[in-house]
């Protein structure tokens, strides 16, 4: 069992950053795929960015590459993600999810994973 719990949302300007943290407990986190989605409303929840659980497989959605990276720190149960040049459509709640499956690639669809933190919003003002 993996506890998840995102921190570092918030309200930014367009063209601001912000960096999401999710610290992983419960369980041996270098064994998890890891993924940040987001959902905004009246939208389905999207895969964002997403890490193999060695780090050497690694996915961003077209909107977000070249803004966002993520990052994760085995030592600290940790996965971060930076974004950077923040958009209006970036406004959604952002959640933290573990894959337990240990897949050579980077995991994208949500049904993969089955741990998840409570998420948290970010804003993004035009």
């Known amino acids: 069992q993996v506890e998840l719990v995102e921190s570092g949302g918030g309200l930014v300007q367009a063209g601001g950053s912000l960096r999401l943290s999710c610290a992983a407990s419960?369980?041996?986190?270098?064994?998890?795929?890891m993924g940040w989605f987001r959902q905004a409303p009246g939208k389905e929840r999207e895969c964002v960015v997403a890490?193999?659980?060695?780090?050497?497989?690694?996915y961003y959605a077209d909107s977000v590459k070249g803004r966002f990276t993520i990052s994760r720190d085995n030592a600290k149960n940790t996965v971060d993600l930076q974004m950077n040049r923040l958009k209006a459509e970036d406004t959604a709640v952002y959640y933290c999810?573990?894959?337990?499956?240990?897949?050579?690639?980077?995991?994208?669809?949500?049904?993969?994973?089955?741990?998840w933190g409570q998420g948290t919003q970010v804003t993004v003002s035009s």
């Open positions: 999810a573990a894959d337990s499956a240990r897949t050579i690639l980077a995991v994208t669809t949500s049904d993969s994973y089955a741990y």
């Open positions: 419960g369980a041996t986190f270098s064994d998890y795929g």
């Open positions: 890490i193999s659980w060695s780090g050497d497989s690694t």
